[in-house]
């Protein structure tokens, strides 16, 4: 019988509500060797490791196939992989986390309100400014999804932001940004507005499965399902 692996956030935001829920859900995880380790076990169920790792790690962990399970952020694995619902099972909401990713534009745009009427500003760009549109994200695949492939917007340049993408604009480094926000107070306090249809995703931490062959009869891996989804 071959291990079953989950990961779970080792640090931010997350790390607590996770631990809280697997807790509830009957899992109690015990660690491995001292406090500091970042591997644990599931009391009662042999052949179950936990490993911690950050929320990006455990998205990039499910897209290899690495782990079994993760809880992480809707928006970092769909972020980290192409066609994220063949490759993983969304297998619960766990209701905190949330956070959206939105497309953001300068308030003193007063006539852009739409994703439509960005596409106009990215059409003129060139010939008003001598370049395309630029956005600060950190997130490149839902950007290109949503410009692209959504709203055939295709004159834009991408302009990695790993930090603090919400002063880009002011700071000259784009034009435009697409980035998480939950309370919307970094946005206002950057002068910066939401299109009315700019939502890209609506994220929150979710239990996700790596879909795996060996998944299907293995007991284990629909009592892990169950017992999550029981006390959400
Ligand atoms: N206000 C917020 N700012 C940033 N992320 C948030 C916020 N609210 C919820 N989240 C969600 O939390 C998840 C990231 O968690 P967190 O920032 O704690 O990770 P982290 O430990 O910094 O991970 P990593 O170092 O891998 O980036 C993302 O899925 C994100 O959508
Ligand atoms: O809508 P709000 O409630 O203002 O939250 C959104 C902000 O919070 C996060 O940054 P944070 O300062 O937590 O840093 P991080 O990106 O490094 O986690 C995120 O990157 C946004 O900038």
Redesign the pocket.
Known sequence: MSVITIALPSKGRIKEDTAAIFERAGLAISAVGNDRSYRGRIEGMDGVEIAYLSASEIARELASGAVDFGVTGEDLVREGMAGADGRVEFCARLGFGQ?DVVVAVPEIWLDVETMADLGDVAADFRARHGRRLQIATKYWRLTQQFFSSQHGIQLYRIVESL?A??GAPAAGQADIIV?????????RANHLKILSDGVILKSEACLVRARKPDHEDDPRVAQIVEAVRGVL
Do not use: K, R
């Open positions: 956070a930090g993408t919400e980035d998480i926000t939950s309370t919307g107070s970094t946005l």
